[in-house]
């Protein structure tokens, strides 16, 4: 096994998560198997009893695993299916060797951070590193590591200390480091300078790694005389300065990576020039240039709780544009905060512009999505998009929350059941329309929802769900969520002119809705957007999207015509 670490200095957030993965798309196009791992140095078990605010998106793996949204970059960049233990976190780390320490495994030892805590960091990376993601047999070719934070942080010492002993054990033909660091301009002078990634480089050798690349990064190119600077300094060959600059979309990041040689690079120190192939980037840079060259865009209204923080919804954005590019169209998203929308907001002191400027954004826009989330805030302005879009036929799509609310607005605007509602809004609701499920503990947040790729039965061939599906009988999607629409109030919905046209295999669990005399109108109990590949959008958001552009019904005989 071959493995690339990726470290960051400087500071956070320099897009770690997307040059790993870029690597790997780099060295898969020269026909290696590549697989990848995130550590993560918090003490959480895993991501989901985080804040969307606090860490951005929960991605949700098809075995139910709660991660870091890096392993959502990874799936798509890489189109691999990873595992929980793909992500490793301080939490489940010091977890699992608690629990030897308390079956007595360590023979009365002390339990220290060195070797116990480092041992198990290193076991736990060479046992997934094995396990194969691509669909194929047999282990990987490479393993692409990224481990988060910056380096210097102080919880991240054990999982260096680990890698340092990894790089030790496997050898330097199997180990290859590129240290990720800013370089930042300043504004008076207006020179690139790269004493602070001296200073990262140098805390990084002292303990005991030494990067073989750097990946620069700029807002704009990297200057000759920089690059030997660096390459002076750092101990750096200057062939091995790679410089990730700012670009018109990430698509182009591999094939910067590409144009730069940073294949060969790793190859070379992994004495596997001889048996790989140049890289294969052709459909990637279609993919990638073709979205520059988009002119006409698709307005969508995204209504959610979490609006402040892009990242809290980063794969709904990426399905989205998965689909939009898929029609040649460019998406323009407009993030409209649930709770402008409602009564209250227009008497706010604060801010009374605030509604009147979410409503004119709502009525302009040519779609409508509401994802998913947790909480009561923002759900009385959320019932109003849904409102709004189902009574003047703009197309529709709601995600997990954004069905459950669909089905509220349903039972208060149609049914006429003024107090309907969800039980995690209001336990005394006399129509609970959406109730806590069975299986679900109501003390416990972490890993207690029905989670991770689970089977709908889709029950008519008629219904736009399955025809965007290509009338398959049945679908897999991941799921992430607590409550669910209440089985007792399916008869009286349906009556009223909704229709749930998926259910689960017990029949009891409703998973997909439509409104059969809207244009689109459909909710999903499970998310979509964690399966949406670039170039195999998911079905569901290439239906809002061909609905919003008018091109649904041409799309649903075409796929007729061509026997899909």
Known sequence: MKYVLITGGVVSGLGKGVTASSIGVVLKACGLRVTSIKIDPYLNIDAGTMSPFEHGEVFVLDDGGEVDLDLGNYERFLDVTLTKDNNITTGKIYQSVLEKERKGDYLGKTVQVVPHITDAIRNWIESVAVIPVDGNEGPADVCVIELGGTVGDIESMPFIEALRQLSFQVGPDNFCLIHVSLIPVLGVVGEQKTKPTQHSVRELRALGLTPHLLASRSAEPLLDSTKEKLSQFCHVPINNILNIHDVPNIWHIPLLLRNQN???????????????????????????????????????????????????????????????????????????????????????????????????????????????????????????????????????LGICLGMQISVIEFARSVLGWERANSVEFDAQTPNPVVIFMPEGSRTHMGSTMRLGSRRTLLHSRDCITSKLYGSSEYVDERHRHRYEVNPDVIETLEEAGLKFVGKDESGKRMEILEHPSHPFYVGVQFHPEFKSRPGRPSALFLGLILAATGKLEAHITSIYENGS
């Open 262 to 396: 940073a294949h060969h690079s790793i190859l070379q120190q992994f004495d596997l020039l001889s048996r790989a192939t140049p890289p294969d980037l052709q459909q990637w840079t279609e993919m990638a240039e073709s979205y520059d060259n988009l002119t006409e865009s698709v307005r969508i209204a995204m209504v959610g709780k979490y609006v402040g923080l892009t990242d809290s919804y980063l794969s709904v954005v990426k399905a989205l544009l998965h689909a939009c590019v898929a029609r040649s169209v460019r998406p323009s998203i407009d993030w409209i905060a649930a709770s402008d929308l409602e009564d209250d907001s227009a008497q706010s002191v604060m801010a009374p512009e605030a509604h009147a400027a979410a409503w004119k954004t709502l009525r302009s826009a040519a779609c409508v999505l509401v994802p998913g989330g947790f909480g009561d805030r923002g759900v009385r302005g959320m019932m109003l998009a849904a409102k709004y879009a189902r009574e003047n036929n703009v197309p529709y």
